[in-house]
């Protein structure tokens, strides 16, 4: 018993450093485990105006952009299409069902970079569509619970500043009746590119994701 309590008191130095690069690499893998899980969700984007040259498209319903409102919208497909010119002029349709709500065409479009994970695609003159509807959905919502905000009786149309936050958490505002904004996504790893209408926070958020169509092809990239 006493030879064990010897061998122990001259390994102690040994067990001390054992135990402090034990702990060492346990703080080193939650740190990199957090930058790795940081990296996929918000990588860096590396992306040029050339690349978003061509059409873009996405297909939302209202009860998919209502988040945590409930919604008695009218449930009906929505496709929205954009074409970014290479003159750095754009179009935007956007189809509700069988009937075209917006048409727009020959206004200018251009990226922000406010990170390296951090870009932005500015639609000047563009329309906000999806928050449209959600505005419609909201003040539905608060007609079932509660006196809906005076706003809600004199005008179905959100108007002025409002804001988009990104997946690395970077909030752009921009104003409703000047122009319209998405954030420009690329996966970790991937060479695939996207545009998103991002409608709230990234843990609560409900995304409007845009692909990039092959027109040589009629499909998706």
């Not at 346990?26 to 040259?53: F, K, R, S």
């Not at 919208?73 to 003159?87: C, M, N, P, Q």
């Not at 809906?148 to 179905?156: D, H, I």
Request: with cysteine; net charge neutral; charged share 25%.
């Amino acid at each position: 018993m006493l030879g064990l309590k010897a061998l122990f008191r001259q390994d102690v130095p040994k067990w001390i450093g054992i135990a402090g690069l034990c702990v060492f690499l346990c703080c080193a893998g939650c740190v990199l485990a957090v930058y790795i899980g940081d990296m996929a969700a918000a990588p860096p984007i590396n992306v040029q105006e050339t690349d978003l040259i061509g059409v873009w498209k996405a297909t939302y319903r209202p009860r998919e952009i209502a988040c945590l409102y409930s919604c008695k919208v009218k449930d009906v497909v929505i496709t929205e299409t954009l074409t970014l010119r290479a003159d750095k002029t754009y179009e935007q349709r956007i189809v509700e069902g069988d009937t075209l709500v917006h048409y727009i065409e020959d206004r200018r479009w251009y990226i922000e970079r406010v990170a390296s994970n951090s870009v932005w695609l500015h639609l000047d003159g563009g329309r906000f569509y999806p928050i449209e509807i959600r505005y419609l959905c909201w003040c539905d919502f608060w007609r079932h619970g509660a006196t809906p905000p005076v706003s809600c009786e004199t005008e179905y149309q959100p108007r002025g500043e409002t804001s988009m936050m990104d997946r690395a958490y970077h909030q752009l505002s921009f104003n409703i009746s000047k122009e319209v904004i998405l954030s420009i996504y690329r996966p970790l790893f991937s060479k695939e590119v996207f545009l998103e209408y991002r409608l709230g926070d990234p843990n609560v958020s409900c995304d409007i994701r845009f692909h990039h169509l092959d027109t040589t092809r009629g499909s998706e990239k």
